[in-house]
């Protein structure tokens, strides 16, 4: 079946700085990911739409110039997160949809933000 | 997307079904009903779908009411590893489209040995 792989799977940075977070589609082509993300104990909450050559789609009351999505090819999504603060601290998933699948989406294995 | 409801947890015996309900009345047509669950710390793996008529694959089994307005996930022979939270989610499935998939709050499953 289709993979994503998602990198890094953890990373530590300190408040203030950025983050980046790579979502690959492995063996096929994705026009369109899609970005969650999970608060402990909670459940995920999608953040972002992101189109392959156009702007993202953002969720309401999700910050656009904080979460930067690129899309740059059929094959990668990025999510960058902007000046961390701790509240940022969160756990990253990123999904994506094989063209013709039946079988819904496929999920990067996510990405654990800690900011300090 | 139509609405799901499931029950918040649910525990079950080693090497017993787990049979999960999902409602969601206000399904339409050409909706379908899909299963993911998320073990801790990990992305969310899919399960199985189904429209009307009931599915089985190596994983489970989707039961789906007639009038679709419910569904039960179950795990024949659920085992530790099973322990998660289970996601019901009605989304259409069409080839090259991209539906948005929200999820709800799932049931979180406990395997008890």
């Known amino acids: 079946g289709a993979v994503v792989s998602q990198h890094p799977s953890r990373v530590i940075c300190k408040s203030g700085t950025s983050v980046k977070i790579e979502c690959r589609s492995l063996?096929?082509?994705?026009?369109?990911m899609f970005w969650y993300r999970q608060f402990p104990k909670q459940s995920l909450m999608l953040m972002a739409t992101s189109n392959e050559g156009s702007k993202a789609t953002y969720e309401q009351g999700v910050e656009k110039d904080k979460f930067l999505i690129n899309h740059a090819s059929l094959t990668l999504s990025t999510l960058t997160v902007t000046s961390a603060h701790p509240e940022d601290s969160s756990f990253y998933i990123c999904?994506?949809?094989?063209?013709?699948?039946?079988?819904?989406?496929?999920f990067g294995s996510g990405t654990r933000l800690t900011v300090v | 997307d139509a609405k799901t409801t499931q029950p918040p947890s649910m525990d079950c015996a080693e090497g017993r079904a787990a049979n999960l309900p999902c409602n969601h009345s206000t399904i339409s047509g050409n909706e379908y009903v899909y299963w993911y669950r998320q073990i801790h710390s990990q992305g969310p793996q899919y399960i199985i779908h189904?429209?009307?008529n009931n599915e089985t694959n190596e994983m489970a089994s989707l039961i789906i009411t007639e009038d679709r307005k419910s569904s039960t996930l179950i795990l024949p022979h659920a085992t530790l590893r099973d322990t998660a939270v289970y996601y019901c989610?009605?989304?259409?499935?069409?080839?090259?489209?991209?539906?948005?998939?929200?999820f709800g709050i799932g049931t979180k499953l406990q395997v008890i040995p």
């Open positions: 189904g429209l009307k």
């Open positions: 063996d096929f082509q994705a026009t369109t």
């Open positions: 999904s994506a949809r094989e063209p013709g699948a039946h079988y819904g989406y496929t």
């Open positions: 989610i009605v989304n259409l499935a069409r080839s090259g489209g991209y539906q948005k998939v929200t």
